[in-house]
Nanobody, 131 residues
Framework: QVQLVESGGGLVQAGESLKLSCAAS????????MAWFRQAPGKDREFVAA??????????DESVKGRFTISRDNAQRSVNLYLEMTSLTPEDTALYYC??????????????????????WGQGTQVTVSS
């Protein structure tokens, strides 16, 4: 059974930091590109960051570049994906989703965002940033 379970969301003040986690199991997710997306109230779901299966390539949306860091731990039986968020602003308030690519073994590249085709989603974790 495929499961992507996010955790770590919460309510913080502007300027503070938060680290999200996602535990992915049920597939050999250590061979999948993975990503974080977010959806703010009344807006479409948007890309935040992606990381190649081996962690060697990452890509970020311009709105979070320099503030967020995506990483992964493939050592465990279930893959753990992380999103470290710093200098948070109210504009970062959203439901954050973990996602895995539809296919395994996609070659690490600088074009992760354009090649990423989400096939698996978590249920989301809420991040709220107060001003």
């Amino acid at each position: 059974q495929v499961q992507l379970v996010e955790s770590g969301g919460g309510l913080v003040q502007a300027g503070e930091s938060l680290k999200l986690s996602c535990a992915a199991s049920g597939r050999t997710f250590n061979a999948y590109t993975m990503a974080w997306f977010r959806q703010a109230p009344g807006k479409d779901r948007e890309f935040v960051a992606a990381i190649s299966w081996n962690g060697g390539s990452t890509e970020y949306d311009e709105s979070v570049k320099g503030r967020f860091t995506i990483s992964r731990d493939n050592a465990q039986r279930s893959v753990n994906l992380y999103l470290e968020m710093t200098s948070l602003t109210p504009e970062d308030t959203a439901l954050y989703y973990c996602a895995a690519d539809r296919v395994a073994g996609r070659a690490p590249s600088s074009a992760l965002r354009s090649s990423f085709d989400p096939g698996y989603w978590g249920q989301g974790t809420q991040v709220t940033v107060s001003s």
